[in-house]
């Protein structure tokens, strides 16, 4: 039964939002095309359910500016002004919920991380793929992007444990007042989530839009 209404939750609420906040979407998009150029979407390839692959939509929120080697320049070098409201008004997650209508995502789950990032798990880590990643997740609601893997992780994994329509209800409550009051954005020293490297807790990384 939970499967089920998790579904219709999924389905009813994504498309209530794009609905309602289609104008805020094409407006959103407008701005990305004209401060950042084109494309206007960011792209990944991220681990759904089981570890299969999918790719997620986001608004993007930095440029691609280079060093004379051609190599992408830091985060922080490329993240403008700009692209830092969107992230902090989380705006640039809008799209993804393309991908709760399409089923690659649903709106409470363990947030979906990068491929590359599956053959580092530990079996334990590995859980979290036991169910559809989400939008938002009790991880999110607890610190986001400033707690350390191994604690994400375990948030991660006590979802996929206890995992009810309630504590759906409930993370989606919390999800709202984070945007509102904006926490957990980034980690402290970093414009974006450190990479998750297998035995190592956090290392800076350059290249890659998380969360």
Known sequence: ??????????????LVLLLLLAPVLALTALLVRWKLGSPVLFR????????RPFTIFKFRTMTDARDPEGHL???????TPFGQALRSSSLDELPQLLNVLWGDLSLVGPRPLPVRYVPRYTP?????????PGITGW??????????????????????????????????LLTARKVILREGI????HETMPEFEEDQTATPMSTMEHS
């Open 73 to 79: 320049l830091p985060d922080g070098d490329r993240l």
């Open 44 to 51: 990944q390839a991220r681990a759904g359910r089981f570890g």
């Open 186 to 189: 980034s980690a402290e020293g």
């Open 139 to 172: 991880a999110q609601v607890n610190g986001r992007n400033t707690v350390d893997w191994d604690t994400r992780f375990a948030l991660d994994t006590w979802y996929v444990d206890h995992r009810s329509m309630t504590l759906d209800l409930r993370i989606l």
């Open 1 to 14: 039964m939970y499967p089920f209404l998790k579904r219709a939750l999924d389905l009813g609420v994504a």
């Open 124 to 132: 334990e880590q590995r859980r979290r793929l036991d169910c559809p």
